[in-house]
């Protein structure tokens, strides 16, 4: 019953920048595997400055277990970068002027356990105050802290006004946003690490259907 509640809070999120086949009216999207080795990033071409109550929603993939060492989801190089992290004690961890959060709809404390479930989950993160975001998944150095998973749908509410991106370039690595008010560009991410999938009838996972050999998960169950 919990599940059924949750996950309509996330449909609209999910189903709102992707591709609706002509053919069959199947939809289907581009998914991205971030990888430490190859120190794959997104930057903004404009950093994201929040003022309290300003929020910053994304879709996460969960690990499987903890991690090994800190793996960035946010951050900036500024004096208020907000930086989120999953650490290696299995929870999450983030700077103070990230006020609150919320995991699938749901309020969650900060520095509570993530998931560990190799599933789709949103993130929704609330400022508290001067709160800057310019980097997903890396460190600010950009030489650690990379993280080893799947970012997707980020949308940024600063005073009112959206910047919506899908991180689901098939290829190329300059994604404007949907209002044309900012651009990600994909550092170090291949084509070889960008796959397509098709949503489910139930909408309940993403299913890859690129040609073999895939490198993407086979299926990715959205929570």
Known sequence: ?????????????????????????????????????????????????????????????????AV????????????????????????????????SMKLDGNSVSLGSGYPKDGKLHEIEL???????????????????????????????TISGVTTTNTLGLATGNSEPSAEANNTITYVNIPDSNREEFQLSGDETQWDNISPPVQVLPAVIEIA
Do not use: C
Not at 138 to 147: A, D, E, H, M
């Open 126 to 156: 609330t400022y508290n105050g001067a709160a800057s975001v310019s980097i997903l998944g890396s460190f600010n150095t950009l030489v650690s802290g990379f993280y080893n998973g799947i970012l997707a749908n980020p949308v940024a």
């Open 1 to 65: 019953m919990i599940k059924s509640m949750m996950q309509p809070m996330i449909r609209p999120m999910i189903k709102s920048m992707v591709n609706p086949d002509a053919g069959g009216g199947a939809i289907t999207r581009f998914f991205a595997q971030l990888d430490d080795v190859l120190m794959s990033y997104y930057v903004y071409a404009n950093t994201l400055n929040f003022t309290s109550g300003d929020t910053y929603k994304f879709l996460w993939l969960a690990p499987i277990s």
């Open 68 to 99: 090994t060492s800190n793996e960035y989801l946010t951050d900036d190089t500024g004096a208020s970068r907000a930086w989120f992290v999953i650490n290696s004690a299995g929870n999450f961890s983030a700077n103070s002027n990230v006020g």
